[in-house]
């Protein structure tokens, strides 16, 4: 067995905040992408270029950067806006906060192009159809579109997941004591880093697996009811 | 949100009156320490700040009556974080050097240990002697009186290689990828040297304490203009001094006095 001096229970600790991030970041993606991607779809140009610019500025930026940006550059932006006001205390965007903000936003751009192309994926005709037969548009959207968009997307968005979860390890550098921050300390005081790391990378491999079971699972689901070719 | 209210009811009180500033000591203050920096500051298995400094930090504490939390703050960032206020006080074996004092406020010293360099065993290395040092690398962290006297002293001969903590620099010396490094000798003699990766590394050259760059000694560092908070502290340091408390707490890592001088 692993000798981890004591520190199995912190690398433990580290995972459930890897995995508390992830799962909050995953949501905020998935809002910030139905959104967008409605917004990229929908007749009117403002909110068109919105969403465009949206996708263009943000998968062009590493999301470490953004990351930096939020918890450093913020903070203190927020600090000297206070001090205007004569509010002259410490003010800290938390760690985990400015973590979910960056990686969900980031990845929220990506899912952003899954649903979008999801939707187109649905056949025009069914749309007409529906309209035709004088379907309101939220019964559209909730029989004919969603169920669909939903089949479509679940591949992409399966994929978004998997880079996501790992991107989680960048919060580590804003101080999150999530799994690879609590590796490094743990690493830092037995001196033994190939053991942490390894274990770390181990406990990751877990995470991707288990979700790869998970995806195929909500993957059968959502296509329950198509005959397989 | 309890920041958010904060805010507010801070606007509210300024639009009211001015308060003037409060002259004595708070109630409650934040200590920062490094965490990477045995055994004078680390963290434990069970996830909380151990070390030297930080027993140190919590009797000092005790003595002026207040009550403080220790949090884990990266060296590279921790006196921003102290300019911040996102706390009051460092206690992380810092060095009170000229260079520092132009930012924050030092106490007096509670530790002073030489700066030595350690390297592999048989090595040959005479640090005073030019030659055996000729393209060698030095590993120091960053933004340490370590790296200033490294640069000052070998800058031009050897290679200086700069690591965002001791326990990286010490990893990299083990691995073979430096020839030496160059820290607080006691840090380097218990964090290193006696463990199993530091066995088959020694001391090489004298202790080093250039006044200029080593300063007097580490000391407290505070925000500039907390005199009270120094002053009481000061005491505090010189009341466990002389009453044992200090001994009592360093015989519990360290089999030598590491207060350096009197005075």
Redesign the interface.
């Known amino acids: 067995m692993i000798d981890l001096?004591?520190?199995g229970?912190?690398m433990l600790?580290g995972l459930s905040v890897t995995v508390q991030a992830a799962l909050c970041s995953i949501v905020l993606a998935v809002l910030l992408g139905l959104l967008a991607a409605a917004a990229k779809l929908s007749r009117w140009r403002a909110l068109r270029a919105i969403a465009e610019a949206y996708t263009v500025s943000i998968r062009g930026v590493p999301e470490y950067v953004l990351l930096l940006l939020v918890f450093f550059g913020t903070?203190?932006v927020l600090?000297t806006i206070?001090r205007q006001?004569?509010?002259?205390?410490?003010?800290?965007i938390p760690p985990f906060f400015a973590g979910v903000f960056a990686i969900g936003v980031v990845y929220g751009a990506f899912t952003t192009e899954v649903f979008r192309g999801a939707i187109l994926a649905v056949p025009k005709g069914q749309i007409e159809a529906a309209k035709a037969v004088g379907m309101p548009s939220f019964l559209l959207w909730r029989r004919i579109l969603m169920p669909q968009v939903i089949r479509y997307a679940v591949p992409g968005l399966g994929n978004v997941w998997l880079v996501l979860l790992k991107a989680t390890a960048l919060m580590s550098v804003v101080?999150l004591d999530e799994l690879t921050r609590k590796a490094a300390?743990s690493?830092?005081?037995t001196?033994e880093?190939f053991t942490f790391y390894m274990v770390a990378a181990a406990l990751y491999l877990c995470l991707t697996i288990g979700s790869n079971l998970g995806l195929e699972a909500l993957e059968r689901r959502s296509s329950r009811g198509v005959r397989r070719a | 949100m309890k920041k958010l209210t904060a805010l507010i009811l801070g606007a509210a009180a300024l639009a009211l009156a001015a308060s003037p500033a409060s002259a004595e000591l708070k109630k409650k203050y934040k200590v920062a320490t490094e965490g990477a920096y045995a055994p004078f500051n680390w963290v434990d298995p069970d996830g909380s700040l151990k070390g030297f400094d930080v027993d140190i930090a919590n009797e000092l504490c005790a003595r002026i009556e207040v009550e403080c939390e220790i949090v884990a703050q990266d060296w590279d960032g921790i006196i921003p974080g102290l300019l911040e206020r996102k706390y009051d006080m460092i206690v992380a074996s810092m060095s009170i050097t000229e260079e520092r004092k132009k930012k924050v406020d030092f106490t007096q010293k509670y530790q002073d240990t030489p700066a030595r360099l350690i390297a592999k065993k048989g090595s040959g290395i005479d640090p005073e002697n030019n030659e055996t040092m000729k393209g060698k690398t030095i590993g120091v962290q960053v933004a340490t009186i370590h790296e200033k006297f490294a640069r000052k002293k070998w800058g031009d001969v050897a290679e200086i290689k700069v690591y965002d903590t001791v326990d990286n620099h010490n990893l990299d010396l083990a691995n073979g990828r430096l020839d030496m490094v160059m820290a607080d000798s006691t840090a380097l003699d218990f964090g290193f040297l006696k463990t199993d990766l530091g066995k088959d590394f020694e001391f090489v050259g004298p202790g080093y304490d250039d006044p200029e760059i080593h300063g007097e000694g580490a000391g407290i560092a505070l925000r500039k203009g907390e005199d009270e908070l120094r002053e009481a502290l000061n005491n505090a340091i010189q009341e466990i001094r002389k009453d044992g408390t200090y001994q009592k707490i360093q015989s519990k890592y360290f089999d030598y006095d590491v207060y350096g001088s009197e005075t």
Do not use: T, V
């Open positions: 001096h004591g520190y229970w912190q600790l903070s203190r600090q206070a006001f004569g509010y002259d205390e410490y003010i800290e101080n300390i690493a830092g005081y001196k880093p």
